[in-house]
């Protein structure tokens, strides 16, 4: 199966951490990965704020890049839902390649079959499933599953855990007191479980909870969860 | 005037349908009216308090009907059948309401709507109307229009009755006085209320009881009623009422004279039709399995209750709503509110800051609908697109796909889209983006190094506008020291 990494722009520039255990993960399964590099974003941002002509070449260019793969795999529940749900009505063309985009628990789980990926990480771990991975793509218990299985982990339930952190991409710019008022409540369930890590499917949300938990020096670090899937115990 | 206001060509015909008129704007822009909501702490503590109260016992009603998603379907698709007939279910009905002794009028917009109220309550020689909650009445600022007429209005339903006093504007549609607590409405209550006693407790039966000796007198001596409607049955003419309190039914049968004000997207085809949605509103709107009062009455009935019956159809930019396939689902919704109570937008910004009578997730794109894009244009930004509000909508109305809908008419700051125009620049092409990515990650890499030093993150603190608004609430983060794409090729 020819599987393609489609790392997003937000992980190629902030987050290349995230891609890179992407690969390791896929790697130490025995698979190869690929990465086109005339890859750039999904779009998301422009069709969301209300750009969507400006979208549309980046659409396109994703067609482009990724059609003749098996699978594509993004480690991100965002991006993945928008190529998922947005591209066909966008794009009817990019039905196809939409439906071979896979977040990457749904790769793991579904196409692949694997939940034990051979990690090893001994922390204190609590999840935020991300709005559009837990609603538009219904990633379910997908990420939890893999995180069960790796050894040393310790997980703690989040609360009010399927609550919005209060990201919403521009929306954190253009109503920034709602945003801080979520991410406040965000914050404190965070810091309640007691905690040490903090794992997502989703960078820029991530960015958005860790940003607001470095702020408050709380000590709890944000991490994608495909780094904890990719850790072997020997560096973390 | 009798004769549909919707368009029949549902495509907006020659001319475009008018835009609506009423409480349906915001004054100011939401990010405005939101900051001063989640400053209030205490409105935030009672909006907190109260949504989650109703989420919880919705979601314990909702998940007992093992048949729920099949109902929500139902919905979706009876109202979808609704839309696409709607010129003819409205002539159907108001053939049918005439016929049993109802006189049907058309109103294009709020003022026409006002107008004939006014002019019905003046013809029966009545000074002040007993009112059951209506969110028509308060979309069309009706109790505003018959003031200025010299007819006063009650509001009968507990909590308008405690806005109406506390000259307020509703804040939720299901529960107008969400955001206030139940010492606040003591506090209103002895303010304004001549017959409250002198020493009213706060518990909610000692709140309940003064309101029930305040609004009696009222319905032994109002001649005239004005009501709204959950549902309009086209094949019956039959008008249906769903409430808790009881004094919806005393407005609806002691007066001689009922005027209901009903949208004309509340149609439903048929009488059975009503087995889907009385089964939907209920759990999703109070969370109960069935409510206490549901009123239905067809025209006349001779020696019966009221003898001389109203129904005024507004528009009031419902056909320019009907006329965009992608908006239109907007009409579907019942107003049971459970987009409201999960929304965690409305829970921290509260009803007022939406601006209009229709606030939360509902609103942010109903709103907008009604009056143009250009004059709502903050509330399809009202949103995370977090999509809880489609999971609760019994009705299956996909509110995020309409907000992101909206969101493309708007109109954009210039700033922000010389920005997002030169990035789709950028991320169109693969070489630049590539450059510009390095471009970053060296341009940051000195910024990066000394902030590790110093803090031991890569992360920035604070920043001049507009970042700031980024960095008010949490640290920003700075390119990596290598971009993925860097890594790759090095390996």
Same mark, same amino acid.
């Given at each position: 199966m020819r599987i393609a990494l489609f790392i997003t722009c937000v992980n190629d520039i902030a987050y290349p951490a995230t891609g890179i255990a992407v690969t390791r993960i896929l790697r130490r399964l025995g698979h190869t990965v690929d990465f086109p590099t005339g890859q750039t974003c999904c779009g998301q941002l422009h069709a969301n704020t209300g750009y969507r002509t400006e979208a549309m070449p980046m659409v396109h260019n994703y067609v482009d890049v990724f059609d003749t793969y098996d699978a594509i795999v993004a480690p991100s529940g965002s991006c993945t839902a928008m190529i998922r749900d947005q591209y066909p009505r966008l794009h009817p063309p990019a039905a196809s390649v939409a439906a071979r985009t896979y977040e990457l628990s749904e790769l793991l789980?579904?196409?692949?079959?694997?939940?034990?990926?051979g990690a090893e990480f001994a922390e204190t771990v609590t999840y935020h499933p991300t709005c559009h991975g837990l609603?538009?793509?219904?990633?379910?218990d997908r990420p939890l599953n893999l995180l069960r299985q790796v050894r040393g982990i310790r997980l703690v339930e989040l609360g009010d855990a399927e609550e919005c952190c209060g990201f919403g991409g521009t929306f954190a710019l253009k109503n920034p007191a709602v945003s801080g008022a979520m991410l406040a409540d965000k914050c404190a369930r965070v810091r309640e479980t007691g905690a040490r890590v903090l794992a997502a499917a989703d960078n820029s949300c991530l960015a958005h909870v860790g940003g607001g938990l470095d702020r408050h020096r709380s000590g709890v670090r944000a991490m994608h969860y495909a780094e904890i899937l990719a850790a072997t115990g020997a560096t973390s | 005037m009798n004769r549909p206001a919707v368009d029949r060509s549902g495509t907006g015909g020659a001319v475009a349908p008018a835009t609506g008129g009423g409480r349906i704007r915001t004054p100011l822009p939401f990010p405005t009216m939101a900051a001063r909501a989640v400053a209030d702490t205490q409105l935030r503590a009672n909006l907190h308090r109260a949504t989650r109260t109703i989420r919880a016992k919705r979601a314990r009603v909702v998940d007992e009907v093992p048949d729920w998603q099949a109902l929500r379907d139902a919905g979706a698709a009876i109202k979808a059948d609704v839309q696409r007939r709607l010129p003819e279910l409205l002539e159907q009905f108001e053939a049918s309401a005439t016929a049993a002794g109802a006189t049907v009028h058309w109103a294009r917009d709020a003022a026409e709507a006002c107008r004939i109220v006014v002019e019905l309550t003046r013809a029966a020689g009545a000074e002040e109307v007993v009112k059951v909650k209506s969110m028509a009445t308060q979309e069309i600022e009706l109790n505003e229009a018959l003031e200025a007429a010299g007819i006063a209005a009650y509001e009968t339903d507990l909590a308008e009755l405690i806005v109406q006093l506390g000259e307020d504007t509703p804040s939720h549609i299901l529960v107008p006085a969400i955001h206030y607590n139940r010492a606040q409405i003591r506090e209103i209550f002895q303010r304004r209320?001549? +017959?409250?006693?002198?020493?009213?407790? +706060?518990e909610p039966s000692a709140l309940a009881e003064a309101a029930r000796a305040h609004l009696r007198r009222r319905f032994l001596s109002a001649r005239v009623a004005v009501s709204g409607a959950n549902f309009a049955i086209a094949d019956t003419g039959t008008l249906v009422v769903v409430e808790s309190e009881g004094n919806g039914r005393m407005c609806l049968t002691l007066p001689e004279t009922l005027i209901s004000v009903v949208g004309v997207e509340k149609l439903l085809p048929t009488f059975t039709d009503l087995e889907v949605f009385l089964q939907l509103l209920p759990r999703s709107s109070t969370g109960e399995r069935m409510n206490p009062y549901t009123s239905m009455w067809t025209g006349v009935t001779p020696d019966d209750g009221p003898q001389d019956v109203h129904v005024v159809l507004v528009d009031n930019g419902r056909s320019a709503v009907l006329a965009d396939p992608v908006g239109r689902p907007a009409l579907s919704c019942i107003r049971c509110s459970a987009c409201l109570n999960v929304c965690p937008v409305y829970e921290r910004a509260g009803g007022h800051a939406y601006g209009s009578v229709y606030p939360g997730p509902i609103g942010a794109i109903l709103s907008p609908q009604l009056t143009g894009v250009?004059?709502?244009?903050?509330l399809p930004y009202a949103s995370t697109l977090c999509g809880a509000c489609y999971d609760a909508c019994p009705v299956k109305i996909n509110i995020p796909e309409i907000l992101v809908h909206l969101r493309q008419q708007a109109p954009h700051p210039v700033a922000e889209k010389a920005t997002m125009r030169v990035l789709a620049w950028v991320m169109r092409s693969p070489r630049r983006w590539a450059a510009v990515l390095r471009l970053a990650r060296v341009g940051a890499g000195p910024l990066g190094a000394y902030r590790e030093r110093r803090s031991g993150a890569r992360t920035l603190r604070r920043l001049p506008w507009p970042a700031s608004a980024w960095t008010r609430s949490r640290d920003l983060p700075l390119p990596a020291p290598q971009t993925f794409r860097e890594w790759w090729e090095k390996q």
């Open positions: 789980v579904d196409v692949l079959g694997v939940t034990d990926v609603r538009m793509l219904r990633l379910g | 209320m001549p +017959d409250a006693p002198a020493d009213l407790g +706060d250009a004059d709502n244009a903050s």
